[in-house]
């Protein structure tokens, strides 16, 4: 038999499980995990230096009745099939029987001092039957399971709570809420569902993880709804990350009577996310006392809305690992710039060239001593335009940084870091430009890769990556991911043009700055005209160094940090 535990959780390698199972070991308990599959819970927490010493993981299938599981304090059950499309006997499955299953096994515990099941704001305590063919497999399976489990506990005299947050948000969620995002900032959202007073009431995951954690010490008998009924109606929501990411948002709506009758073909809308857009208010008294008993506070809507805005843009909407934080969209003379990195005391600040973002500089960055300032440039990749110059962009950039760093720039952002350095040489130590685009002859490849707007904005990523002579890694299905953007084409292709347009200037004004400037370049790809400045060719490569000899170029970057 294994050894008792403080806490077993169900579920534990989703998106609420994994958050509660690290909170519950930060607080020193000793924690039971269930797992149906591989294990993908350990290195989760290790990623995020959660101490798994005091976690021991076990095997189980809630669909079955449970057995050889430890004795525990305080059972949580965390699991379900969070879906859509799903038919009755999938969702009935792990939704009822498997909830029934945690609830009978919770009976047998000598011990148990609470099970706590995660139900739902929508189904708990509503009075509602389940209705499979209104509600669809999901939701009425959850009413089916809120409904039984609450008879069947009291049968069995097992102390039982309920829980029922609303949209949980937070790192790593890219369902429900988040696919409504997901079209907004692909500008495919051309209206919005239901009328202005839709209430789609959201919940961080830390605070419900924090408030889990704290429920089995609560007074029983009492059931708990957890949201912030601060959340703004949803046209508001959608209108605050719009500004916060810089795209538009809709300015029409669509009545939900009439998106029930259209057909999903026409409206790209599951009906079963249509039960979960109403004006409806909820019971939340008690959890709003309980949470300020033990001292819990929800983080402000609006804070929390754009914080998850940014780890949705960070991730591709789950289609990409995120990375290293800090990252996030900051206000920059007009435009929404997307940045990475350190903002106050960079060692190295690095702007991307064409057709890159600042995803582009990730292998680079890792090779550098101390932190680094990456941004979108204004227009490009995440960040939204502006209508001031770029330098004026820049030299904004550069107000929040205290160090005096290294100005790392590449290809078409050469000339602006060259004319930032000419104007403001007290603020960065020392200046490197790689594969200078106003060095380059007329019909480089920097020129050729241009194209057209439109043949960018279609160009999968393996196909970019080979017009470049790369291979299709991380950085280049970023790089594609951005271009298919509305308008993100069409800007980099003019952008390609003022750097060809400004090769001149940029030339007479490199042997006026006054800070010192090294030149940096893959043999494959020198400069086309002779320069006064120390040269450093990189071997066996072409125009993009920072991807393909990252630990090479870090060596000749690396110097000039003062």
Known sequence: MPAPVDALVFGATGFIGRALTAELLARGQRVAATL???????PWLTARGVDTGRLTLHPADITRPLTGLPQARDVYNAAARYAFGLDARQARAANVTGALHVLAWAATLPRLRRLVHLS??????????????????????????????????????????????????????????????????????PALPGGPDVFLPIVTIGHLARFLAEVPAAPAGEHYWVLDEDTPPLPELIALVARHTGVPAPRRSVPLGLLRRLPRRLTGVDPETLTFLASDRYPTASARAFAERVGLAMPPAGEALRAWADDLVAARFGAAPPPPAPYGFHAVAGSRTWVIGERHSPTHVLLHGAPLNADCWAPLAAALPGPVL???????????????????WLAELFAPVRTRPVLVAHSLACGPALRFAAGHPDRISGLVLLSPAFLQAPGSRLV??????????????PRLAAQLGLPAGPELVSAAADLHRPGVARRMVAALRTANAEREEAR??????????????????PPAVPVRHPLTEIPETGHYPQLTHPTALAAHVAPHAG
């Open 36 to 42: 149906r599959s591989r294990d993908t819970l350990t």
């Open 120 to 189: 739902g704001y929508r189904v708990s305590g509503t009075g509602l039957t389940p209705d499979y063919a209104r509600q669809g497999a999901y939701e009425a399976s959850k009413t089916e399971a809120d409904l039984a489990l609450r008879a069947r506990a009291g049968e069995l005299g097992v102390p039982l709570t309920l829980v029922n947050p609303s949209t949980v948000i937070g790192p790593g969620q890219y369902v429900g809420l988040a696919s409504l995002l997901e079209d907004l900032w692909h500008r495919r959202l």
């Open 448 to 461: 050729r890769s241009a194209l057209a707007a439109a043949a960018l904005r279609r160009m999968p990523a």
């Open 508 to 525: 007479a004004l490199l042997d006026r700055v006054t800070v010192p400037v090294r030149l940096i370049a893959g043999a494959d790809d």
């Open 374 to 392: 990456a941004p979108d440039l204004p227009g490009l990749g995440r960040s939204s335009p502006t209508s001031r110059p770029l330098d004026a």
